[in-house]
Each structure stands twice: as structure tokens, then as C-alpha cells.
């Protein structure tokens, strides 16, 4: 892992993300680019927009350019107090820091190439206001996103043990392939899970074995377990009981039709479980 991209919006949730950056870094090394991406929605919304009608053309403009003004100075507040986060938490390490205006789900393309991993968290600065919902520029960003994302919990906890929920699918094959080939979790307690439709125990045995016989090879002693239920809820069970600070899965494996009838493991696994969670599309 050579680079790793956090997108904050300077809430409460990005200082959160911002120590388990600099965990990672510590753990792998990698460099890190801090995002800032200034929503122009905000000065689109009807709220504004009305201003033109009711000020005329030119009072309009002075009022528009002076919260573009206000937005300019708060980008810069919120790089400046991740500067300061970062020197006190890793000094030796040297972030790089990129206000841009845009969208963030367009704006994290430009950088997603050069990077190994991307980190946001799970709310953003309206989370006093929606508590129960996720934030949904990360589930956008989290759906688009062609490289691994790290979504940050509301509270940072020293990683000592991390759940791997495998299914087999093409997604847990990358995470199965990235656990084998880096060395930064390899001293922490692996717990390798897979859940199971009570008519598929057999199947779902042999893929996990299979998966267990990688990480063994890799160099882990993974605890493997198999449950039978409902993912969202066996696993964050297992990830309350067990005292897991770390899950690691795939992400939105199935269509999205089917994510619209029924909902999305992955969202539910997000929202249910209080730790940070490592996706793999």
C-alpha cells in the first residue's frame, strides 16, 4: 500500500477517520492525500437561488461571491485543523492536502488512480440530524469507487482484532487476495467468518475452508467459524460478543434491482455494526 486518499468534510466523524489514517500509515507506510471537496449544491439550493428574484442581478452576485469567499475560508479551516491533527498524531508522517470544488462522488475519480485505499466516514456533518441514517454521499462514493474503502466508526479504538466476513464472491476473493499479500494485519487476531442459508451449510463449509487454507498459507492462525442466519445480524452479533475492531468484506456484490427490492447486506452491515469496515468491490 503506497497511497491512501481521506476525503473529510471537517466533521466530527473526519477527525475520527483521521486516527485511523494515521493507524494505517503507521502500519503500512503509506502516504496520504487529505480531500476537501467544496459542494456547489450548497449554492444552488432554492434558498439562494431566490435571492436573484428578490435583490436583483448585481446584489445577488456580491451576495453569492461573498459565501463563495465564506466556503474558500472554511476549506481552508478545515485542511488547516487535519494539519494539525495529523502533526500531533503521526509527526513524522507528511500529508498532503487538496481543497477542490466539485462534487465529492466526481471530484474522488480524479484521485482514485493514484491511490491504494480510500477512507471516509460513515457520517458526515449533518449526523446530529439523521443519528440512524448513513451518510449518502459515502454510500455513493463507497458504490462508484473502484479501490478499496475504509469507512470510519464514530469513535477511534485501537485495532487488535479484526472478523473477515467471506463469501466466496468475487469481491472476497480481492479482500481474501489482499489479506494474503500484505503484511500490516498479519500480528492481529484474524476471525475468518462466513454465514449460511441452513440448506447450503455444506457448500458454504467448503468455501470457508478454502479461504482458511489461504490465510494459514499466508502466514495467519485465523479462528474460522461459520453461522447460520442472517448476515447483517450473525455478524454484528459476532462482532459485539467477540469484541472485533475491524470488519473486513465485500461490497454491494448483487445488481442493483435486486439491492432495490430487498435492501443491501452491506448497507445493513455498515449501519449495524460500530466499527470501521473495509470494502472490496
Not at 493507524?23 to 436573484?52: C, H, K, N
Not at 452576485?61 to 487535519?82: D, N, P, S, T, Y
Not at 485465523?222 to 465485500?250: F, K, S
Amino acid at each position: 500500500m503506497n497511497k491512501i486518499l481521506v476525503c473529510t468534510d471537517g466533521s466530527a466523524y473526519s477527525f475520527v477517520c483521521y486516527d485511523y489514517a494515521a493507524w494505517m500509515t503507521q502500519r503500512t507506510g503509506a502516504a496520504l492525500e487529505i480531500l476537501y471537496v467544496s459542494d456547489l449544491r450548497q449554492f444552488e439550493v432554492p434558498m439562494v437561488a431566490d435571492l436573484s428574484g428578490s435583490l436583483g442581478v448585481q446584489p445577488y452576485q456580491a451576495v453569492l461571491g461573498k459565501l463563495q469567499e465564506f466556503e474558500q475560508e472554511r476549506a481552508k479551516a478545515i485542511l488547516e485543523q487535519a494539519r494539525k491533527h495529523f502533526a500531533a498524531k503521526t509527526p513524522s508522517a507528511t500529508p498532503t492536502f487538496t481543497h477542490k470544488l466539485g462534487f465529492l462522488v466526481d471530484t474522488f475519480h480524479e484521485f482514485e488512480a493514484h491511490v491504494d485505499l480510500i477512507m471516509l466516514g460513515k457520517r458526515g456533518e449533518n449526523a446530529n440530524f439523521a443519528t440512524e441514517h448513513l451518510g449518502s454521499t459515502m454510500e455513493r462514493v463507497v458504490r462508484a469507487s473502484h479501490k478499496p474503502c475504509l469507512v470510519t466508526s464514530r469513535a477511534f479504538k485501537p485495532v487488535e482484532r479484526i472478523l473477515f466476513a467471506y463469501d466466496g464472491g468475487k469481491s472476497c476473493q480481492k479482500a481474501l487476495e489482499f489479506l494474503a499479500t500484505t503484511s500490516a494485519f498479519k500480528d492481529l487476531e484474524l476471525h475468518l467468518v462466513t454465514v449460511a442459508a441452513q440448506s447450503e451449510e455444506e457448500t458454504a463449509l467448503k468455501t470457508l475452508q478454502a479461504a482458511e487454507g489461504v490465510l494459514r498459507a499466508a502466514g495467519y492462525a485465523p479462528m474460522a467459524q461459520m453461522l447460520v442466519g442472517a448476515p447483517d445480524n450473525e455478524i454484528g452479533t459476532y462482532v459485539e460478543g467477540r469484541g472485533i475492531n475491524l470488519v473486513i468484506m465485500g461490497a454491494y456484490g448483487h445488481n442493483r434491482i435486486r439491492q432495490l427490492i430487498i435492501g443491501s447486506t452491506t448497507t445493513a452491515m455498515i449501519r449495524r455494526c460500530r466499527v470501521p469496515v473495509l470494502l472490496f468491490r
